[in-house]
């Protein structure tokens, strides 16, 4: 299978603790994006990365929130301090920009987070 | 202030007919469309695009149409199947801009009924 991955796939912890979510994009993708979507909604744009850069940050993402992805390859986000309200499904989408083209963007499965 | 909607929350179809789901969006800068399809539990999975520069692209059984003057694009099933039952999503991006992060509508989930 050479799609998205995600890890865990399902997280609970107890507010004030650390959460960290990983994400493998799919292996010749140089774009790697991180959406929050809650009950109801629509999957909302956290962050993203061309390679090892991180280009974007939304307002959604907190100082509490961290990306990283080290060598333009896998990408991990981190949470500290949780809130209740963190509780969402966390959404890792890669891509391949090519000029001239359109991009589409592939999701993994998510991380369901739930804060007690 | 959401810029991509979608106005119905559900919407049943008998097994074998149309599925028509709508999309509205406010910002005529919006260059590419894209439909995603959703099963509780999963990841969203890529359906179909659409660049502001057409007006219909077709895939199987899967069409999108895209009014640009109305800022609607429209995706249409047919024939509709138990297994399209899904929420989908319709997204949109700045994208010959080079801002490509998608901007969602909050999904319409599709009952198919055998």
């Known amino acids: 299978d050479t799609g998205v991955s995600q890890d865990p796939r399902h997280k609970i912890t107890k507010r004030g603790q650390n959460v960290t979510f990983r994400c493998d994009p799919i292996?010749?993708?140089?774009?790697l994006y991180w959406y929050r979507q809650t009950l109801g909604q629509g999957p909302e744009f956290l962050t993203y990365?061309?390679?090892?850069?991180?280009?974007?940050k939304s307002r959604l993402l907190s100082d509490r929130f961290s990306a990283e992805r080290p060598k333009g390859s896998f990408s991990t986000l981190e949470i500290q301090r949780t809130e209740q309200g963190d509780s969402a499904m966390y959404l890792c989408?890669?891509?391949?920009?090519?000029?001239?083209?359109?991009?589409?963007?592939?999701f993994g499965p998510g991380t369901r987070l739930l804060v007690l | 202030d959401q810029q991509v909607k979608q106005n119905s929350p559900s919407l049943s179809v008998q097994e074998g007919r149309i599925s028509i789901l709508n999309c509205d969006y406010t910002?005529?800068?919006?260059?590419?469309f894209l439909w995603y399809k959703k099963y509780p539990a999963e990841g969203p999975t890529f359906l179909i695009s659409?660049?502001?520069?057409?007006d219909k692209n077709e895939d199987g059984r899967f069409t999108v149409f895209l009014n640009k003057s109305a800022k609607h694009l429209s995706l249409h099933i047919v024939p509709s199947q138990p297994g399209d039952s899904a929420v989908y999503f319709c997204?949109?991006?700045?994208?010959?801009?080079?801002?490509?992060?998608?901007?969602f509508g909050k999904g319409t989930r599709l009952s198919v009924i055998a």
């Open positions: 989408a890669s891509s391949s920009r090519l000029a001239g083209d359109q991009e589409t963007q592939y």
């Open positions: 292996s010749e993708h140089n774009r």
């Open positions: 990365f061309q390679n090892e850069a991180q280009l974007e």
């Open positions: 910002n005529s800068m919006f260059d590419y």
């Open positions: 659409i660049s502001s520069i057409k």
């Open positions: 997204a949109a991006s700045f994208s010959n801009s080079g801002n490509t992060p998608l901007v």
